[in-house]
């Protein structure tokens, strides 16, 4: 499914279907649960165990909590301004 599914797509259309923008989805609970889960990732790192949920999982080869901390060079600078910038996911 395209995100957002336009304005005449049937599921939208639908009598039967609440349409809400990502917000609608804000509740205290679900608030909770994800900073529950992004406490239990973070907890995770001075273990030396890679987070479950880890976006790019090959940066856990070169993660250290010593050291210099690795700089992109100007191809990867270069590359990274040519994509869309950061986001979130929940």
Known sequence: MREAPA?????VAS?????TPHLGGNTVEVGT???IIATEQLAQLPRGETPEFILNR???TAFSWTGPRPEPGAEELARIAQGP???MTS
């Open 15 to 19: 009598a039967r279907v609440i349409v």
């Open 7 to 11: 304005a005449d797509d049937p599921l």
């Open 58 to 60: 090959e940066v856990m």
């Open 85 to 87: 910038g950061p986001t």
């Open 33 to 35: 649960h994800q900073g």
